[in-house]
């Protein structure tokens, strides 16, 4: 199996690839535990040690992780578009040795052996690397062929 494919990393990319990926993150919601216990300092350095300053200090700490996760898609989506890749052409390669992608003149390759799994979501593959990291492929990109080939080389893992 070759296949060779173009597109383009734009927002609606970014998007898709977040939307995808993110079942299989571990921020699907607030972390409850720390905005407890940064409140609950903020109060104690208030109330008990009189430290104005390190409590306010506190609380928009506490502030800023709420807002962190009421607006982190838009973050991520925005983070990803000052990357050097974003906008650019991507040449996508599919072979027997792995996966490999150029942008900007630079290769990246990964190989079957560094996947420990492959996931199906409703609009493409995310594939999971044996260090944890998730890489996004849209269906919009791919020919149900070269998805029946990636599929192939992993098991694949229910969403």
Known sequence: ???TTTYILDKDYFLESYEQSLPLSNRKQPKYGLILLLVALALFSILKLQNNYVGYFLFA????????????????????????AAGHEVELKI??????????????TLAWTNISKTVSTEKGLVLVTNKGY????SNAILNDQVR??????????PL
């Not at 998730?134 to 492929?137: A, D, I, S």
């Open 148 to 157: 029946e080939f990636i599929l192939a080389q992993k098991k694949q893992k």
């Open 61 to 84: 700490l506490a502030l800023l992780e709420m807002v962190a996760y009421r607006y982190q898609k838009a973050w991520w989506v925005a983070r990803q578009r000052l990357s050097r």
């Open 134 to 137: 998730r890489h996004y492929l």
């Open 95 to 108: 072979d027997e040795q792995g996966i490999s992608t150029t942008a900007n003149g630079k290769t990246r």
């Open 1 to 3: 199996m070759n296949y």
